[in-house]
């Protein structure tokens, strides 16, 4: 009776970490999208689908090497607002001068 309990419970700490992986995993690709539009607007919308799959791509990349490199077991990443927003500037700029305008 002891050994079904704890399978039992097993099976819900798998079920609550599937759960909890999965709004992590949809909460990333929301944040990558949206960064991804922001930084490939305007002058550079043409290649926002390139930029949506690097977004993905680097996020993907980023969480899974933090989550491996940490000391943490919690721990996970994802693309932040702070660099996104210094990149859609930086490229806004640079796409609309150009390397003649520098």
Not at 66 to 82: C, E, K, Q, V, Y
Request: charged share 10%; glycine share 10%.
């Amino acid at each position: 009776m002891t050994y079904s309990h704890k399978v039992t419970l097993q099976f819900g700490k798998i079920f609550k970490d599937c759960i909890a992986g999965s709004l992590c995993t949809v909460v990333m690709l929301a944040y990558a999208i949206s960064f991804a539009t922001l930084i490939f607007a305007g002058h550079l919308s043409s290649s926002i689908s390139l930029g949506i799959w690097a977004a993905l791509i680097g996020s993907c990349v980023a969480m899974l090497a933090l989550s491996f490199m940490s000391s943490f077991r919690f721990a996970l990443g994802g693309p932040d607002s702070n660099p996104s927003a210094i990149m859609a500037i930086s490229c806004g700029f640079d796409s609309e001068r150009g390397l003649g305008g520098l």
